[in-house]
């Protein structure tokens, strides 16, 4: 650990994206979403209902879009809704369709991310200090019932942390597969863009408790990683980079996964703790 003097190592008083309280403020709002991307939120709004019925319970905006720093033409934009039943096959190709049909008309956006859930799911316990923190926290309220009432006030402490991120070992092999699959280099550069982003995410949570604070911003995460883990921060440096300009090189995904990948969810486990497990 580095020296507790180095002025992000820490912090006197509530950390940047905390209330006085100590609390997780909720990043986002309607009224960040810039003027280029207000029709593609329009339209989102207004085209839910009509794919999901009676069935949505609420829907939500996450992501640069409502924190406004979305980029025209590069961000894309992302979406979870919440169902009254567990979601099937047939909803998610009517989010996919949905989001190919926004993605077509509105070229300032780069695609369309959809996360489905059930209301009972993102209010259960065991998804209380993951799916739970993330609607809560990171997700704006667009239609519908907001559920950021039903649930509780969030410090950066380390059950957030394990319960959000304590899981990067079981991605491991996964992205294994995926760079088998991965031939073509605009493939590679999806897959940079995703694991970099996951990985700083990670890093970032892991000392999030002692760094005290919040931030979505991957160069942010990054520097608080530094300034606990220095022999290992120009690989995040460099990842968060990758996270917003991706490139295919093979070799920055043989790194990710032979090496700060596994490093990482090592020293995540021996600091936090294992997430608690999933149904499959």
Partial sequence: MPDSSHPSAHRDGPGRGLDAQGHIRREGALGLVTQPFRPVVAAARERL???????????????????GTARVGRSDLDLLV???AEPTEADHRAARALGDALDREFPQIDGVGTLLFSRARLLSP?????LGWFVACLCTPLLGEDL??????????SRLARETNGDLALHLPRWRTRMAEATAEDARRTLVRGISRHLVRTGFTLVMPRW??????LREMAEAFAAFYPKRAEQMRAAAALGYEPDGDPAVLRSYVDDLGPWLAGEYARVHGIKAPRPQ
């Fill in 49 to 67: 209902p009509g794919v999901f019925g009676a069935q949505t319970t609420g829907a939500y905006l996450y992501g640069s879009i409502p924190r």
């Fill in 82 to 84: 919440a169902l009254a």
């Fill in 126 to 130: 065991l998804e209380t200090y993951d």
């Fill in 148 to 157: 950021a009432a039903r649930l509780p006030r969030y410090r950066p402490d």
């Fill in 212 to 217: 005290n604070g919040w931030t979505s911003d």
